[in-house]
């Protein structure tokens, strides 16, 4: 991918998509105790989540919203940034994404219904990730809201 070959972040240093990939896996759990995210299976914010979308806002007294073009959405809550919930568009939740912190770079894990590992993104800003599948794949690289397979070829938008 020549998009992606090498981006200057910070200070100067150079990130490239091999530092992603082995940044991006390195201390990764496969599994985590999904019991513990019980009550936002369905989520409990789902008719005001969808309004404030359809209104196109992003944004809710508590929690950060964003939806995604090919449907869902996601939030996360203002004081806990580290913990992302994504849903389907009828409100199931569909992922749970567990950052290493609310600043740039960081590292998100997302793990599906059952707790087991289903991709990471290493975020360079707000406006440029690599994800990776679990089996260490690049799913896509998103610069602002496209995202581009390894061809760079648009694949998905964010709305």
């Known amino acids: 991918m020549s998009t992606a070959e090498a981006r200057t972040i910070k200070a100067g240093v150079t990130y490239t998509f091999a ?3 082995r940044d991006a896996f390195k201390g990764v759990s496969k599994k ?3 019991n513990k ?3 936002v299976l369905k989520d409990p914010f789902y008719e005001e989540n969808k309004m404030l979308l359809k209104l196109g806002k992003n944004e809710a007294d508590n929690r950060y919203i964003i939806g995604f073009s090919i449907g869902g959405y996601a939030y996360a809550y203002k004081k806990a940034k580290t913990v992302a919930y994504y849903y389907t568009d009828e409100g ?3 992922h749970i994404g567990i950052s290493s912190s609310p600043d740039y770079p960081k590292r998100t894990i997302k793990y599906d219904t059952k707790g087991i590992l289903s991709n990471v993104i290493i975020e360079l800003s707000d406006k440029e990730q690599f994800v990776f ?3 260490k794949k690049l799913i896509g690289y998103w610069i602002k809201n496209n995202c581009y397979d390894e061809k760079g070829e648009l694949i998905y938008t964010r709305k």
């Open 133 to 135: 599948d679990a089996d």
């Open 32 to 34: 985590i105790n999904i």
């Open 92 to 94: 199931d939740l569909e």
């Open 37 to 39: 995210y019980g009550k």
């Open 19 to 21: 530092d992603a990939k």
